[in-house]
């Protein structure tokens, strides 16, 4: 299966050939945010992510669709 797509035909979320975490990740992460379990550090120690990636996830500039 090809997995979703965005409006210019590019693969989106954990179907990018490059996504290391998968929408049950980030789901988890901002739960895990918005509940006071950890700052950007922590989080992406847990998930196995930069520091900066974590902090676009948790601000929705990344991975909105999640």
């Known amino acids: 299966m090809n997995g979703p797509r965005n409006h210019t ?6 179907w990018h050939q490059k996504a290391k975490l998968t929408d049950a990740q980030v789901a988890a992460m901002r739960a895990d945010y918005e509940a006071g379990r950890g700052g950007y550090q922590t989080l992406s120690k847990r998930y196995g992510c930069g520091i900066s990636t974590a902090r676009d996830i ?3 500039r990344t991975r909105w669709a999640a």
């Open 9 to 14: 035909g590019h693969r989106i979320g954990e």
């Open 58 to 60: 948790v601000q929705f």
